[in-house]
């Protein structure tokens, strides 16, 4: 039996955190873009709530939609039944995603909907029209990052998070980085790595079961930018070479780049999408993994033939969740908030553009209200800093000092605010980052 329970920092065992060296920090209320700390701060929500939270905290319209659902039924699971809510939900997203994505199936986060994914195409081909039962592989980029369960770290390509569980993993057939940061010299970069990843589906696209990629920017891999066209001709490649195609929009859809998913941007459809964090307005955890026609009717026969997609999660589709989605997509709709955000990505990025003449400020980058700074040992070399100065880390403790939530991915400084965030509201974000990189850097390398 528990004598005593553990201190409250130490009974909350959190994600990506080194629980021995940490200061924690506990929110007890939001509104907008702000979070109010049991202590009394008031901070400025700088990642919304890890890249989610699309209209900002306590939003009435997505309140009052989710008590009015809890009013109903909180939880109908959708194996054997399902709710009108989350059946208006499916109907919704085949409206809203691209092209003839039809066909929805749901779960929790967004790691479990790439998984999803994973096992879709991987059983689309062992009992499609053609049959083939050897196609079991899956492309992905360098320094990908789809998610922390085991099959989505298997698609991972980031060193830091992924190496160490490389026993346990499958090892996919491994894309470059398309980087628009670090182009070897002397090449077009949409060319370069279109080629690179042609070379790799003519050797391998017998194996492929899919490609896997998240369109236009890496984002947990540091914000990588992909050269404009990337997307269009990894499309043009998979339907020459017969590989299904994957896009993970977990962290890039539902606004985030300015169109309602990135994959708008360069016309495509993939044939299964994945989607999660910003579906529900960031509110409650629900993913999506959408397909079109030709994967689901590759699932369709008589129960005797057992075609039946052999997955499926306690929560897929929970109502709350479903009338949470619904209604952040209403406002989507009712507002021209997807229309503003490449302004307001250009206006974060020009005022944090004043960083550029610092000479440890490697790149400022990103698409939309998807904002990365990289922090560099050498602008000439690009060279990393020592990992041992924890730069990325420093900057943003320093930000929180100035009331701004902001994270590092390594060196790379990450904002991603709420896409209801107004100017002003990007002024002070904009502010914290300047002087946070001043103030760290001037430390760290001087
Ligand atoms: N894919 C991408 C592109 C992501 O950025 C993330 C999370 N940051 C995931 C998948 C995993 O989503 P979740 O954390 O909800 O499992």
């Known amino acids: 039996m528990k004598i005593t329970a553990p201190p409250i920092t130490d009974a909350h065992w959190r994600g990506f955190t080194p629980m021995a060296d940490f200061d924690p920090i506990i929110a007890r209320e939001g509104e907008g873009c702000w979070l109010t700390t049991t202590d009394g701060r008031r901070i400025f929500d700088g990642v919304s709530s890890l890249w989610c939270n699309v209209h900002g905290h306590r939003h009435p319209k997505i309140d009052a939609a989710v008590r009015d659902q809890l009013d109903r039924v909180a939880h109908v699971t959708t194996l054997g039944m399902s709710c009108e809510t989350t059946e208006e939900l499916a109907i919704r997203l085949a409206e809203i995603t691209p092209g003839d994505l039809g066909h929805t199936f749901f779960s929790s986060d967004g790691s479990s909907a790439v998984e999803a994914a994973l096992k879709m195409a991987f059983q689309y081909w062992q009992q499609c029209p053609s049959p083939q039962p050897q196609k079991t592989q899956f492309l992905a980029l360098g320094s990908a990052y789809h998610g922390d369960t085991t099959g989505a770290v298997s698609l991972g390509g980031i060193k830091y998070f992924h190496q160490l569980f490389a026993p346990i993993l499958f090892s996919p057939v491994r894309g470059p980085v ?46 990588i930018t992909h050269p404009a066209g990337l997307l269009a001709a990894v499309r043009e490649m998979c339907d020459r070479y017969n590989v299904l195609m994957i896009t993970d929009e977990v962290a890039v859809g539902f606004g985030r780049t300015g169109r309602l998913f990135a994959s708008e941007h360069e016309s495509v459809t993939p044939d299964i999408m994945c989607m999660g964090k910003g579906l529900t307005g960031g509110y409650l955890p629900m993913a999506a993994t959408i397909a079109r026609p030709h ?35 209403d406002l989507f709709n009712e507002t021209n908030l997807v229309e503003s955000v490449e302004a307001k990505g250009d206006y974060l990025r020009q005022r944090i553009g004043t960083l550029s003449g610092h000479s440890n400020v490697g790149d400022i980058r990103g698409r939309g209200l998807m904002v990365g700074i990289e922090i560099v040992a050498d602008r000439e070399t690009k060279a990393s800093p020592d990992p041992s100065h924890q730069v990325g880390r420093k900057v943003c403790q320093a930000a929180m000092e100035r009331g701004v939530w902001i994270r590092p991915l390594s060196d790379v400084i990450v904002a991603m605010p709420p ?19 001043d103030q760290t850097l001037e430390d760290t390398f001087s």
């Open 419 to 437: 896409l209801v965030a107004t100017n002003e509201e990007l002024d002070i974000l904009a502010d914290a980052i300047i002087e946070s990189i």
């Open 295 to 329: 994967v689901f009717d590759a699932f369709l026969a008589p129960a005797t033939d057992s075609k039946q997609f052999f997955h499926g999660h306690t929560f897929g589709g929970n109502p709350l969740a479903a009338a949470a989605a619904l209604a952040s997509i």
């Open 178 to 223: 398309p980087c628009t940061y670090r182009v070897p010299d002397k090449v077009d970069p949409l060319t370069h790595y279109a080629g690179q990843i042609e070379t790799l589906l003519s050797h391998h696209h017998d194996q492929l079961a899919a490609v896997v990629i998240e369109p236009l920017v890496q984002g947990a891999a540091g914000m």
